[in-house]
């Protein structure tokens, strides 16, 4: 029955806005013939020559070479610092940041207008911008210290209320700075092409200074960032060192404005470590990737944007990094797709062969039928084939007579990888206080996961336990089933 008022309600909210925008569709004049089409002129692409191709990639012109060295040096900035935001889990506060600044870019503009001075000098922006970033990290750790918001909750009411408040001071500005105020909305958007030397030896400034910042505080940023608890107890300043990372993140913010624009400048920052972390799991390759792969994006975007006019430097550099990020995300040494998927195949194949193994040994040496392999194991025939290929292949299997039996080199096989599947067991039983039938993981990785000091104690306790019992049969009942598998 509520029903039809709540649809009454729908289309009387429609016939509103129509009357609404009717009266300014009438009154509005209509385009003369062919303005939308020349609207769209000379929009398209054009491909650059080969000679335009060879002076930009041999960096011939003096504005590229000003350009790609200083993109490349913020990309390699950005990634060295990115890398412990990335870890410390404030992959959002640059974003943060950068709105941040806006506010301090348009009030430094206003006073030193209203002081006599150049209102654009880029010092003086970039100075009420690194203020009002300091103020943006100050009021989001305030809030989370003293209320009971959660992080995520202060950054989003810090970006807004000053990215707001930047808006609002933006628009005085080109109000009462006249022709003087053009140019300061490139802070949002970015403006590489814009860069100067002075520009670049400023990057240089500041990203030699955080890569300083960086390698000194190395061991401290990293015991930050996986285990600030532990870094508290033994006498580390935390708070001190947390504001040091974030006084990195807001130089580095800062800087890029120029180049990549506050709303880009998160990608700069988060994509180059979320790229390096496809192809290692150590912190020290990773911040070395990080900083390669940040300076490869800021050099590759500023050169596809020398090549094509039309293209802004910003947005290029983000889709260059974006675009090494896809090629890690499938082919990473460490984490990448493929590989992932390379490695879950190796698992399933050695936990098919080890249950496969085991079910033989059980049938003991008249072998058993491949039907009642089917059977025992719950498999299909298929699954059944492929894994009986590979045994016979490796040697651990045979077929004679219709049945499948163990070969001298598969009996050893099945009692090394029984071995590692009772280390396993008694690991679970004496350290997890878990059942046996819990066991799922591959055997054969016990090595790789326990240290060998505890590896030995287990063999010496499995080889107190067979000598106390030497005539136990082993209970192989729960090895047979599928991981995961009710018990």
Same mark, same amino acid.
């Given at each position: 029955?509520?029903?039809?008022?709540?649809?009454?309600?729908?289309?009387?909210?429609?016939?509103?806005?129509?009357?609404?925008?009717?009266?300014?569709?009438? @009154?509005?004049?209509?385009?003369?013939?062919?303005?939308?089409?020349?609207?769209?002129?000379?929009?398209?692409?054009?491909?650059?020559?080969?000679?335009?191709?060879?002076?930009?990639?041999?960096?011939?012109?003096?504005?590229?070479?000003?350009?790609?060295?200083?993109?490349?040096?913020?990309?390699?900035? @950005?990634?060295?610092?990115?890398?412990?935001?990335?870890?410390?889990?404030?992959?959002?506060?640059?974003?943060?940041?950068?709105?941040?600044?806006?506010?301090?870019?348009?009030?430094?503009?206003?006073?030193?207008?209203?002081?006599?001075?150049?209102?654009?000098?880029? @010092?003086?922006?970039?100075?009420?911008?690194?203020?009002?970033?300091?103020?943006?990290?100050?009021?989001?750790?305030?809030?989370?210290?003293?209320?009971?918001?959660?992080?995520?909750?202060?950054?989003?009411?810090?970006?807004?209320?000053?990215?707001?408040?930047?808006?609002?001071?933006?628009?005085?500005?080109?109000?009462?700075?006249?022709?003087?105020?053009?140019?300061?909305?490139?802070?949002?958007?970015?403006?590489?092409?814009?860069?100067? $030397?002075?520009?670049?030896?400023?990057?240089?400034?500041?990203?030699?200074?955080?890569?300083?910042?960086?390698?000194?505080?190395?061991?401290?940023?990293?015991?930050?960032?996986?285990?600030?608890?532990?870094?508290?107890?033994?006498?580390?300043?935390?708070?001190?060192?947390?504001?040091?990372?974030?006084? @990195?993140?807001?130089?580095?913010?800062?800087?890029?404005?120029?180049?990549?624009?506050?709303?880009?400048?998160?990608?700069?920052?988060?994509? !180059?470590?979320?790229?390096?972390?496809?192809?290692?799991?150590?912190?020290?390759?990773?911040?070395?990737?990080?900083?390669?792969?940040?300076?490869?994006?800021?050099?590759?975007?500023?050169?596809?944007?020398?090549?094509?006019?039309?293209? !802004?430097?910003?947005?290029?550099?983000?889709?260059?990094?974006?675009?090494?990020?896809?090629?890690?995300?499938?082919?990473?040494?460490?984490?990448?797709?493929?590989?992932?998927?390379?490695?879950?195949?190796?698992?399933?194949?050695?936990?098919?062969?080890?249950?496969?193994?085991?079910?033989?040994?059980?049938?003991?040496?008249?072998?058993?039928?491949?039907?009642?392999?089917?059977?025992?194991?719950?498999?299909?025939?298929?699954?059944?084939?492929?894994?009986?290929?590979?045994?016979?292949?490796?040697?651990?299997?045979? #077929?004679?007579?219709?049945?499948?039996?163990?070969?001298?080199?598969?009996?050893?096989?099945?009692? $090394?990888?029984?071995?590692?599947?009772?280390?396993?067991?008694?690991?679970?039983?004496?350290?997890?206080?878990?059942?046996?039938? $819990?066991?799922?993981?591959?055997?054969?990785?016990?090595?790789?996961?326990?240290?060998?000091?505890?590896?030995?104690?287990?063999?010496?306790?499995?080889?107190?336990?067979?000598?106390?019992?030497?005539?136990?049969?082993?209970?192989?009942?729960?090895?047979? #089933?599928?991981?995961?598998?009710?018990?």
């Amino acid at each position: 029955m509520s029903t039809a008022p709540s649809r009454l309600g729908r289309w009387l909210a429609v016939v509103l806005l129509a009357a609404a925008f009717a009266p300014a569709a009438v @009154a509005a004049e209509p385009l003369p013939g062919g303005a939308v089409q020349g609207s769209l002129s000379g929009r398209s692409l054009a491909w650059p020559s080969w000679e335009t191709v060879r002076r930009v990639v041999l960096l011939e012109d003096y504005n590229v070479r000003v350009v790609v060295f200083g993109a490349t040096l913020l990309g390699l900035a @950005a990634g060295m610092v990115g890398s412990f935001t990335l870890l410390r889990k404030r992959a959002l506060m640059g974003d943060a940041l950068s709105h941040a600044a806006l506010p301090g870019i348009a009030a430094a503009f206003l006073a030193a207008a209203a002081w006599g001075g150049e209102g654009k000098s880029l @010092a003086v922006l970039l100075a009420g911008a690194t203020v009002s970033g300091l103020l943006g990290v100050g009021a989001i750790l305030l809030l989370v210290r003293t209320t009971r918001l959660k992080e995520d909750a202060a950054l989003c009411i810090v970006l807004s209320v000053f990215f707001g408040a930047g808006v609002a001071l933006l628009s005085v500005a080109q109000q009462t700075g006249g022709g003087n105020a053009a140019g300061l909305e490139s802070f949002i958007y970015g403006k590489t092409a814009s860069m100067g $030397r002075t520009d670049v030896q400023f990057i240089v400034g500041a990203g030699a200074l955080c890569a300083l910042a960086c390698l000194a505080l190395f061991k401290e940023f990293k015991l930050l960032c996986f285990d600030d608890g532990f870094a508290g107890a033994r006498g580390y300043p935390t708070a001190a060192l947390d504001m040091a990372l974030m006084a @990195a993140v807001v130089v580095v913010t800062i800087v890029g404005l120029q180049a990549v624009g506050l709303i880009l400048m998160v990608a700069l920052l988060i994509t !180059p470590p979320a790229a390096a972390r496809f192809w290692t799991n150590r912190l020290g390759p990773m911040f070395v990737a990080s900083a390669a792969i940040g300076a490869a994006s800021g050099g590759l975007g500023a050169i596809v944007s020398a090549l094509f006019s039309r293209l !802004p430097s910003g947005p290029m550099i983000v889709l260059a990094g974006t675009a090494i990020f896809l090629f890690s995300l499938l082919f990473g040494a460490s984490r990448g797709a493929l590989v992932r998927v390379r490695k879950r195949r190796a698992l399933n194949r050695s936990v098919d062969r080890q249950r496969l193994l085991f079910a033989l040994h059980s049938a003991g040496a008249g072998g058993a039928g491949e039907d009642q392999l089917e059977r025992d194991l719950d498999w299909t025939s298929g699954r059944l084939g492929r894994a009986l290929g590979r045994a016979v292949a490796a040697g651990f299997a045979e #077929r004679t007579d219709g049945r499948v039996r163990l070969t001298k080199p598969g009996e050893t096989e099945a009692a $090394r990888v029984l071995r590692q599947r009772r280390l396993w067991e008694l690991y679970l039983e004496t350290q997890a206080d878990a059942a046996p039938g $819990r066991v799922d993981r591959a055997a054969d990785a016990i090595g790789d996961v326990l240290e060998p000091e505890v590896v030995a104690e287990l063999e010496s306790l499995l080889d107190g336990s067979v000598a106390h019992a030497p005539d136990a049969a082993p209970d192989l009942t729960h090895l047979n #089933r599928e991981p995961g598998a009710a018990r």
